[in-house]
């Protein structure tokens, strides 16, 4: 696997449509391509593929400030989730965001999703409110550029 910036308005970026559509919106009774998403172009999109350049998961980071980011639409195509990979995209995407420097990382996290986060040593900083229809909680992070080095970009064989 291979993780990379992805650029708006690309090939990779429409798959990174597909995946949210199918993922966070169709489920919901939602289409993602009702939305307005050209303010998208001034976020980070990340992505991890496979050998293939199929994106197996997504994340995009909205900065805030200089210093605070919320992470955004984290999904796992189906076939593929609970097997690790939620795990290494948000792992590849704090490094990044660390690099660029970030320090710290808010979401608003789906009642389902907090014990993920959770275990990626998220804390929640907020009651819960609702979003499209779906109870969330705000959950938040801090980063620091990681000094192991063998923590680099997710490249391995899936
Ligand atoms: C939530 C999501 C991003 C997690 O990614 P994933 O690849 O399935 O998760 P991983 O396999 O990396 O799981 C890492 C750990 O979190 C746990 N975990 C994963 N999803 C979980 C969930 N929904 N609730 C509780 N724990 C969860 C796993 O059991 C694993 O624990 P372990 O290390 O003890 O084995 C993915 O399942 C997904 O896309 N879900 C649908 C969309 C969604 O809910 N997105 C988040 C919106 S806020």
């Known amino acids: 696997m291979t993780f990379r910036e992805i650029e708006f308005g690309s090939d990779d970026f429409r798959q990174e449509c597909e995946l949210r559509n199918e993922v966070l919106r169709v489920p919901s009774g939602l289409s993602l391509y009702d939305e307005n998403i050209e303010e998208e172009k001034q976020q980070i999109h990340f992505g991890l593929f496979n ?19 919320k992470i955004r639409q984290v999904a796992v195509r189906p076939e593929f989730q609970g097997k690790g990979i939620g795990r290494l995209l948000i792992r590849d ?10 320090a710290h990382l808010v979401l608003h996290v ?36 990681s000094k192991d080095c063998s923590v680099g970009p997710s490249v391995c064989e899936i």
Do not use: W
């Open 51 to 69: 050998a293939c350049n199929d994106l197996l998961a997504c994340a995009i980071a909205a900065p805030l400030s200089t210093t605070e980011v």
């Open 93 to 102: 995407t704090e490094q990044d965001l660390a690099l660029r420097g970030f």
């Open 110 to 145: 789906r009642m389902t999703a907090v014990g993920f986060y959770t275990k990626l040593d998220y804390g929640s900083v907020d009651d819960e409110f609702v979003e499209l229809g779906i109870p969330h909680i705000r959950m938040g992070k801090n980063i620091q550029p």
